[in-house]
Nanobody
Framework: QVQLVESGGGLVQPGGSLKLSCAAS????????MGWYRQTPGKKREAVAV????????NYAESVKGRFTIARDNASNTVFLQMNNLKPEDTAVYYC?????????WGQGTQVTVSS
């Protein structure tokens, strides 16, 4: 069983930065793609950024391109999301996901609030 634990969320002013981390348990981390997703009340969960198992491939939502960077450290079973130039519309609960071979695993989420 894989467990994912996000951290790093909080309150930040517009234009500020935050770095989210997601730590995974178990030995499967380096085998599978990882992603960051976000959700606001009343809306569907949306993909923000995904990264291949080796870290060589990344993909971003248009709304965050040039501002967010996803990275992973397979030695420590951790995936990161560096968020710069944050905007109020980035406010959401952010979740990490492991895209497993037989199903997906999700973390519990971390709140990011961008407000002055």
């Amino acid at each position: 069983q894989v467990q994912l634990v996000e951290s790093g969320g909080g309150l930040v002013q517009p234009g500020g930065s935050l770095k989210l981390s997601c730590a995974a348990s178990g030995r499967l981390f380096s085998l599978y793609p990882m992603g960051w997703y976000r959700q606001t009340p009343g809306k569907k969960r949306e993909a923000v950024a995904v990264i291949g198992s080796g870290g060589e491939r990344t993909n971003y939502a248009e709304s965050v391109k040039g501002r967010f960077t996803i990275a992973r450290d397979n030695a420590s079973n951790t995936v990161f999301l560096q968020m710069n130039n944050l905007k109020p519309e980035d406010t959401a609960v952010y979740y990490c996901k492991m895209q497993g071979s037989v199903g997906d695993y999700w973390g519990q989420g971390t709140q990011v609030t961008v407000s002055s």
